[in-house]
Each structure stands twice: as structure tokens, then as C-alpha cells.
């Protein structure tokens, strides 16, 4: 198991941007593929965004064009990029490896309103 720390959210308007920040540990940090989650209340938690140990990058649907996943293996930190905020992206946020087989982190709320 790789844990990790989210930071970041905040409270944002419609078509705003937030960087948040997912901290690792441990020493296969490099060979995992790892994602972003979230959680909106009364729903599930859903991979919005996945990062492979090479780079490789893919997005739901409704984040792409507006949402970059990227890693930096030498810091073990994975990074989201998300503009043009919409209300409907207001949840929790959460990485983990693309199978989420590492324990969840408190995750970082991110709320979207006007």
C-alpha cells in the first residue's frame, strides 16, 4: 500500500481553477499508475482522472478538456489541474493507485459555487 495526502481544495466559483496536490509515499511510487477520485454527497466515488507510471494520462468524460492529471516521480507527487470549475465538480478529492488498492486519505473538499 502507497499512502497519501491530498491538499488543495477550497471554495471556488463557477469557471474557476484549483490545483490540487496529492503527496506519496513509499518506494513503488514510480511503477504505480495512480488517480484521482471524488465524492459528491449521496454519490459514489468515482476515478475522474488516471496517470501512469509512464505518463500516459486519461479522463472521465465530463473532466476532459477541463482537468490535467500530471505526476513528479523525483517528489513521489501527483498533481490536478482543474479549470472552468462547475458546480457539479463540488466533491471530495481523493488519489490513490488506478485500482485503489492504498488505504483512502482524508481527502480535499473542493466546493463550486457561486
Known amino acids: 500500500q502507497v499512502p497519501f495526502v491530498e491538499s488543495g481544495g477550497g471554495l471556488v466559483q463557477p469557471g474557476g481553477s484549483l490545483r490540487l496536490s496529492c503527496a506519496a509515499s513509499?518506494?513503488?511510487?514510480?511503477?504505480?499508475?495512480i488517480a484521482w477520485y471524488r465524492q459528491a454527497p449521496g454519490k459514489q466515488r468515482d476515478k475522474v482522472a488516471i496517470?501512469?507510471?509512464?505518463?500516459?494520462?486519461n479522463y472521465v468524460d465530463f473532466v476532459k478538456g477541463r482537468f490535467t492529471i500530471s505526476r513528479d516521480n523525483a517528489k513521489k507527487m501527483v498533481y490536478l489541474e482543474m479549470n472552468s470549475l462547475k458546480p457539479e465538480d463540488t466533491a471530495v478529492y481523493y488519489c490513490?493507485?488506478?485500482?485503489?488498492?492504498?488505504?483512502w486519505g482524508r481527502g480535499t473538499q473542493v466546493t463550486v459555487s457561486s
Open positions: 496517470i501512469t507510471s509512464g505518463g500516459t494520462t
Open positions: 490513490n493507485t488506478r485500482f485503489y488498492t492504498a488505504s
Open positions: 513509499g518506494s513503488r511510487f514510480s511503477i504505480t499508475d
